[in-house]
């Protein structure tokens, strides 16, 4: 069942009312202390929440919107050029390599600046240095955003280093991505019967983690984007709650990494896009990782005799492999349970 919308006002420190998604006033009107806090606990006991004065320009997510609003208006044959998706460039309905399916179309765009370059000769071929532009600015500032978040966290956390989570995606080598994702009306893209056959069923993108260290999702006026609460994972009690359209606020998300570094602290949430028939509805996320060589461990200070370790130490190299070779909605951190006989890749290695 659905239950109705909640976004909660900028949260109080004792409370996070239940069902609700956290916003965070990233202008820290309370101080920093407060802020660090506010985004631990909206992290903790969601893995979500919405920020708002953010200091992302506006500029900077209008023009990323126009050059993809653009490419997605382009004729079908030349929108595959940029394609299929390896898994990086232009993809329809088809989500992954391993039978997913969405109603959507989308690019993924490595967000090292020489790959964007590479891809942009493709996408905008009138003007590749425009659509390059455009995608280097608002990496740039959601990148920034994505640090001070994820700096805010390691001092909350009490970490020795409260820098350990931004260093590894700022790191130059670092596996980051865009994804724009343009979610078509429905009756306008999709013969009847061939929503059937995709198998999409009113899906825009199916439910899943996502496997990074720290989701920063911006999308514009339309509704569709839903969390699994309240401690996004499977089980009883667990509800969809749709989370009402801002195309003024940035949505952040715990990463599958975030949760194996903070040894299950702040966790990794699952959500997922349901179909607009109404109107289509662009989103961009930017997917901060760490370099592939990265070893992903959980800090010492997370690691307690209360709370031993729960994953194996693995590099992010490694956990790309066992998530490419997995469905959308696959617990991908289940396969790197400390205590688990499981094996990722099947070559115990
Ligand atoms: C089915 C898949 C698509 C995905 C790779 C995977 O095998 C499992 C994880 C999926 C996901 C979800 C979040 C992001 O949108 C994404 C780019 C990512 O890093 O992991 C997608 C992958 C994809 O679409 O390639
Ligand atoms: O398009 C959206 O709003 C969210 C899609 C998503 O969760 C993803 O691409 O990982
Ligand atoms: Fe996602």
């Known amino acids: 069942m659905v239950v109705p ?10 409370s996070l009312p239940l069902g609700t998604i956290p916003m965070v006033d990233m202008s820290a009107p309370s101080g920093r202390g407060e802020l660090a806090r506010r985004l631990v606990r909206a992290c903790a006991e969601r893995g979500f929440f919405k920020a708002v004065n953010h200091g992302v ?3 900077a997510a209008a023009r990323l919107d126009a050059a993809a609003s653009a490419f997605f208006a382009r004729p079908a044959a030349e929108k595959q050029a940029a394609g299929p998706p390896d898994p990086l460039g232009y993809g329809s309905r088809n989500i992954g390599a391993n039978g997913d399916a969405g109603e959507l179309e989308y690019l993924i765009l490595h967000a090292d600046p020489a790959a964007v370059a590479r891809k942009a000769t493709v996408i905008d071929d009138e003007d590749p240095a425009r659509f390059s ?10 990148r920034r955003l994505a640090c001070r978040v994820l700096d805010l966290l390691g001092e909350g956390l009490g970490l020795r280093d409260p820098t350990s989570f931004s260093r590894l995606i700022s790191a130059v080598d670092s596996d980051s991505l865009l994804r724009i994702n343009h979610y078509p009306t429905s009756a306008a893209t999709v013969e009847a019967d061939a929503i059937s056959k ?19 999702l911006r999308a514009n006026d339309v509704d569709g984007l839903q969390v699994l609460l309240p401690d996004g994972r499977r089980g009883a009690g667990d509800e969809w709650v749709p989370v009402p359209a801002d195309p003024a606020a940035f949505f952040i998300n ?21 179909a607009s028939t109404s109107r289509p509805r662009l989103s961009a996320i930017y997917f901060a990782a760490p370099p592939l060589h990265a070893r992903i461990a959980a800090l010492p200070e997370t690691v307690t005799a209360g709370a031993p ?32 006989e499981d094996d990722p890749d099947g070559t115990n290695s």
């Open 254 to 274: 715990v990463g599958d990494l975030l949760q194996a570094l903070t040894n299950g602290r702040l966790v990794s949430i699952r959500h997922r896009v349901m």
């Open 198 to 216: 995709s198998g999409c069923n009113g899906i825009g993108f199916g439910e899943h983690t996502d496997p990074q260290i720290l989701s920063v």
């Open 57 to 59: 320009p506006a500029r």
């Open 5 to 14: 919308s909640a976004v909660g006002r900028d949260m109080s420190p004792e």
């Open 133 to 142: 532009a455009a995608v280097n600015e608002y990496v740039d500032a959601v």
């Open 309 to 340: 370790r729960r994953y194996r130490p693995f590099t992010w190299a490694e956990y790309k492999k066992a998530m490419y070779a997995h469905r959308l909605s696959h617990n991908r951190l289940d396969l790197f349970h400390a205590s688990g």
